[in-house]
C-alpha cells in the first residue's frame, strides 16, 4: 500500500474492505516487539536544519520483512489505485484530514516506501510506511499538522466500491511511546455497510524520516507491538544522517 496514514489507509481499505466487512474479526498474533537486527545501530543524529538524503533502496531496508512477523501473516503484494480518493467530508474543518486519508504519499516526502501484511481474508491488516522529509524538522511540521487535522474533525465519509457509505467516526487516542513525539488515532464505522470496522493509524519521527503504522480490522491490541518492532528495525537500518 501507498497511503498518508496508513500513510496507507485508503489502499488496505479499497483492497480488503470486501473481505473483512464489519462483522466477527478473525483472531491473529500480534506483531512482534523486537524484530532480528539486520544492521549495525547507529546512535548518531543529523541536525535538523541540514537536508538528508535517503533512498528508496533505503527506506525499503529499514521495513519489517515478513520474517519479522509470527506465523499466520502473509505479505500482501496488491498494488491499490493511487486515484482513488475514497474519503470525504461536507465540513471544513475535515478539508487537511480528507487530503491526508485520500493522500498517496506523505505531503512533502523525498521517498517513500510502504509494506503490509494481512493475517487472513478478516485480518487484521498491518501497514508499514516509511517517509523521508529531508530534516527532522519538516517530520515534526507534518506530524503537527496531522495531529491538528484530527483534533478538528469528528466524522468522515468513507466511499467504498460496491458497498455504498460509511460514516466514520474521528477520535484521537494513546499513542505507543516509540519514536519522536508519537500522534495516533482511530476511524470507526458508525454507520452505513462498514458499520463497526475499526482502523487504528500511528505516526511517529525518526530524526529526519517519519514513520507509519496502521492497523485495519484488528483486536485492538496490535497497534503497541507493531510500532515497537518498527521503530526498532528503523532505527537498526537507517544510516546515521
Not at 64 to 70: F, K, R, S, Y
Not at 148 to 168: N, P, R, W, Y
Not at 207 to 216: N, T
Amino acid at each position: 500500500m501507498t497511503r498518508f496514514v496508513s500513510f496507507s489507509l485508503v489502499a488496505a481499505l479499497t483492497l480488503s474492505l470486501a473481505a473483512c466487512g464489519g462483522g466477527d474479526k478473525k483472531e491473529a498474533a500480534a506483531p512482534p516487539s523486537t524484530p532480528a537486527p539486520s544492521a549495525t545501530p547507529s546512535s548518531a543524529t543529523s541536525s535538523s536544519g541540514v537536508p538528508v538524503t535517503r533512498t528508496t533502496a533505503e527506506l525499503t531496508k529499514a521495513l519489517l520483512e515478513l520474517g519479522d512477523l509470527p506465523s499466520g501473516f502473509s505479505l500482501d503484494k496488491d498494488d491499490p489505485d493511487d486515484t482513488a480518493k475514497p474519503f470525504s467530508s461536507p465540513s471544513s474543518r475535515c478539508k487537511t484530514l480528507v487530503k491526508y486519508l485520500n493522500a498517496t504519499k506523505a505531503p512533502g516526502s523525498k521517498a517513500s516506501v510502504t509494506r503490509t501484511f494481512t493475517g487472513g481474508q478478516e485480518g487484521p491488516y498491518i501497514d508499514y510506511g516509511l517517509d523521508s522529509m529531508g530534516t527532522s524538522d519538516e517530520v515534526t511540521d507534518l506530524r503537527d499538522s496531522y495531529a491538528e487535522a484530527v483534533d478538528s474533525c469528528t466524522k468522515v465519509s468513507l466511499k467504498t466500491e460496491g458497498s455504498g457509505t460509511t460514516s466514520m467516526k474521528v477520535e484521537k487516542i494513546t499513542a505507543p511511546a516509540y519514536g519522536d513525539k508519537p500522534f495516533a488515532f482511530r476511524l470507526t464505522g458508525t454507520s452505513g455497510p462498514k458499520r463497526g470496522l475499526e482502523y487504528t493509524g500511528l505516526v511517529t519521527g525518526l530524526d529526519d524520516v517519519i514513520l507509519s503504522v496502521g492497523v485495519l480490522a484488528g483486536q485492538g491490541t496490535e497497534l503497541e507491538p507493531a510500532t515497537e518492532a518498527a521503530v526498532t528495525r528503523a532505527k537498526q537500518v537507517l544510516k546515521p544522517a
